[in-house]
């Protein structure tokens, strides 16, 4: 098992926000979080990667093949963050620093963890393994002066330049065009290919059905629902998900 998340509630002040979520994630496999805004998605990828804001009360367990993160203390998440759990996130022009060129900001990734050796060659391996054409170009580039697909693959470069085991995305193709979005998704699958864990949020079924092997449903903070993707296509249990499903498909 590569992540076991067990009772996981988190609340803000009398707000509840999580209330005892579990799951598990093994390598190998993408895990897609669906719910309607608002329902506490993006809450568990802050709360696995120990980025939540200070007035976040968090109890459960989070274990990452074996080792507790709660309550880890923020020296040693650090060393964790990006090495062996990396993030994407919805929107890669906010994520992205607009005075650095590209080659800086992979490298930053990467000597953090790894030291200034082998960091240049690093680079061009995870821009071409994130399907980037011209490389010498993109490298050299800064942010405003590439498309959004090729900004949201140089977010994807960082997020992996150290390899990690398990990779957490937000949303991470919803600022794009459709046909960039697809290209984005086969990038996901490439990497639960390679044996990473992956879990995506999102609240769109066509990016469910594209890429999931298993989905968990949110409602207000509570799992309503978890299965194989099939399943929850075919056979959907809960009424909520039943909801979510139609709303997608007659939109449609
Ligand atoms: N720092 C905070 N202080 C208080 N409440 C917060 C804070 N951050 C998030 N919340 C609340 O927690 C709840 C869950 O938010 P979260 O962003 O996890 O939901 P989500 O499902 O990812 O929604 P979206 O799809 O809109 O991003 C929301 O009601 C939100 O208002």
Known sequence: MLLEVKDLSLSYGDKRVLKNVSFSLNRGEVLCIVGESGSGKSSILLSIMGLLPKNAKLSGSILL?????????????????????????????????????????????YTAHFGKAGGEERVVEVLKKVGVQDVERVMNSYPHQLSGGLKQR???????????????????????????????????????????????????????????????????????????????????????????????????
Not at 87 to 107: A, N, T, W
């Open 154 to 252: 140089v977010c994807i470069a960082i997020a992996v330049v150290c390899n990690p085991k398990l990779v957490l995305a937000d949303e991470p193709t919803t600022a794009l065009d459709l046909t960039v979005q697809r290209k984005i998704l086969g990038l996901f699958t490439q990497l639960k290919e390679e044996g990473k864990g992956i879990i995506l949020v999102t609240h769109d079924f066509g990016v469910v059905a594209e890429v999931a092997d298993r989905v968990l449903v949110l409602k207000e903070g509570e799992v309503v629902e978890e299965g194989d993707v099939v399943s929850i296509f075919d056979a959907p249990k809960s009424p909520y998900t039943r909801a979510l499903l139609s709303a997608t498909y007659l939109k449609a």
């Open 65 to 109: 093949e074996g080792k507790e993160l709660l309550n880890l203390r923020e020296e040693e998440y650090r060393k964790l963050r990006g090495k062996e759990i990396g993030i994407v996130f919805q929107e890669p022009s906010l994520y992205l620093d607009p005075l650095f060129k590209v080659k800086d900001q992979i490298l930053e990734a």
